[in-house]
C-alpha cells in the first residue's frame, strides 16, 4: 500500500522558517516527481512546487519563488520543501503528491498519490 506521510508544520511568525518533510512507502518514487500542494481556508487548493526524478528540474508557483526550495533524497523515498521568509498568505494545509513522469507536472489532477496534509499556519 502507497503512503505519503508529511510533517513539519506548525505555527510561525511571519518571516520565519519551516521545512515541510514528505516520506513515501509502499514503493520505490525514483522514477515520480513529487510535488507540494497546498488549500488555504475557504480555497481551492493549488500547486506550490515540484521536482522531477533527476531532481535536476523543479519548478515554483510565482508566490514563492525566493523563497522556498524543494528537494529529494530518492534514496529515502522522501521530498522536502524548506520554507522561508514565510507572509500569513501561506497558511494553508500543506499536501505532498506524487505521479509517475519524467518532467514537472504542476496540474493537480494527473498526481496519483497523495497525502495527508499538515498544517502551516503563520501569524502576522
Not at 522522501?78 to 499536501?95: G, I, K
Amino acid at each position: 500500500q502507497v503512503q505519503l506521510v508529511e510533517s513539519g508544520g506548525g505555527l510561525v511568525q511571519a518571516g520565519g522558517s519551516l521545512r515541510l518533510s514528505c516520506v513515501a512507502s509502499g514503493r520505490t518514487f525514483s522514477d515520480y516527481t513529487m510535488g507540494w500542494f497546498r488549500q488555504a481556508p475557504g480555497k481551492e487548493r493549488e500547486f506550490v512546487a515540484a521536482i522531477a526524478w533527476t531532481a535536476n528540474s523543479a519548478y515554483y508557483t510565482d508566490s514563492v519563488k525566493g523563497r522556498f526550495t524543494i528537494s529529494r533524497d530518492s534514496a529515502k523515498n522522501a521530498v522536502y520543501l524548506q520554507m522561508n521568509s514565510l507572509e500569513p498568505e501561506d497558511t494553508a494545509v500543506y499536501y505532498c503528491a506524487a505521479v509517475r513522469s519524467i518532467g514537472v507536472i504542476i496540474r493537480e489532477a494527473p498526481y496519483d498519490y497523495w497525502g495527508q496534509g499538515t498544517q502551516v499556519t503563520v501569524s502576522s
